[in-house]
């Protein structure tokens, strides 16, 4: 791989690259699309287009002899609040060994950019990622369904707007001695003075809530995960009637989506066949939990605590791996 000169490296973040850079070229190859380019922290050049010119531009420099962007390495979404989303392509030409970032601005709320999933297969899961994390629809992708999240939950964690959940502890840790070991860090006392007296004021961390807040902190929560299972139960029933999916209609020409093989026996049914599927009853009954070893006090024995700690993760793999050798009729 080539290494970025020194004249480049120099450059402060932001600003614009210097003649002779891969700007230049996407400028020649689209001259009639606005191209704003500037360095980012790394030194690579990051170009600026309008969201409705996102698919010509990929195809476009694809196919090209001077840029030949055969690889899409990552695709992303940053939520910048005020400003909107900024959609992210990082593009690398393998044979020409030169990289770019092609940015893009959407609004926060009714974001719809054309899919580019029929360029790179990368794009398959990147899109349906930021559809479900960020709310970004990509029309024509061929199968637009969540991703990482359940299928009932229509949220999008990755916006700024979305509520902080505390962080969850692994099951069987005391969490009142896990704070003791490892404390949260104080705020710096420097920091606060310098902050002016006008800022925002911050969101409290749920450490130093008190219990009422925490529960309305929950509750709120609750209602929005139920109004969001809520509108992906009408989402899914329109669908069921005929509707086309959210990320809308194919455009005309469009490979349609592959059809999935059979499933087998013993297979998991598919997420668009699991709300009207029966509840399994061919596989075995798991076996009984073992009797786990109580923990003692923190205070009083924290070897022994420790160990029943570790004796309890041991006996909940071996019963894990049991129950799958189960499944698999071994």
């Known amino acids: 791989m080539t290494t970025r000169s020194s004249s480049v490296t120099a450059e402060p973040a932001g600003s614009e690259p210097g003649p002779g850079s891969i700007a230049d070229l996407y400028r020649?190859?689209?001259?009639?699309?606005?191209?704003?380019a500037a360095l980012d922290k790394g030194g690579d050049v990051a170009l600026t287009i309008p969201s409705d010119a996102i698919h010509e531009v990929l195809e476009r420099g694809r196919s090209d002899e001077r840029l030949q962007m055969n690889l899409l390495r990552n695709q992303t979404a940053v939520d910048w609040e005020d400003r909107g989303l900024e959609l992210v392509y990082h593009l690398y030409s393998i044979p020409l060994r030169q990289a770019v970032a092609i940015k893009a601005w959407v609004p926060t709320e009714g974001a719809v950019v054309e899919s580019v999933a029929d360029l790179y297969q990368m794009a398959d899961w990147a899109e349906r990622e930021c559809r479900e994390m960020f709310g970004i629809e990509f029309i024509g992708h061929p199968d637009p369904r969540n991703l990482l999240l359940d299928e009932d939950i229509d949220i999008h964690p990755l916006r700024k707007s979305h509520p902080l959940a505390p962080i969850e502890m692994e099951q069987g840790v005391d969490v009142e001695f896990f704070t003791k070991q490892h404390p949260p860090p104080e705020p710096e006392e420097e920091a606060e003075e310098a902050a002016p007296a006008a800022a925002a004021p911050t969101r409290k961390r749920v450490e130093d809530m008190t219990e009422a807040e925490r529960e309305e902190r929950r509750a709120e929560q609750a209602e929005r995960v139920a109004r969001a299972r809520e509108l992906a139960k009408v989402r899914r029933a329109e669908r069921l009637a005929g509707a086309p999916p959210a990320g809308g209609p194919r455009p005309e020409g469009a490979a349609p989506p592959p059809t999935p093989a059979p499933a087998a026996a013993t297979e998991a049914p598919s997420a668009e066949?699991?709300?009207?599927?029966?509840?399994?009853?061919?596989?075995?009954?798991?076996?009984?939990?073992?009797?786990?070893?109580?923990?003692?006090?923190a205070e009083e024995d924290p070897e022994g605590r420790a160990a029943a700690q570790a004796e309890r993760v041991r006996l909940g793999r071996e019963l894990a791996a049991a129950r799958r050798a189960q499944l698999r009729g071994e």
């Not at 020649?28 to 704003?36: A, G, M, Q, R």
């Not at 066949?273 to 006090?297: F, M």
């Open 273 to 297: 066949t699991a709300p009207s599927a029966p509840p399994r009853d061919d596989r075995p009954p798991a076996p009984p939990p073992p009797e786990l070893p109580s923990i003692p006090d």
């Open 28 to 36: 020649e190859v689209f001259p009639l699309i606005s191209i704003d």
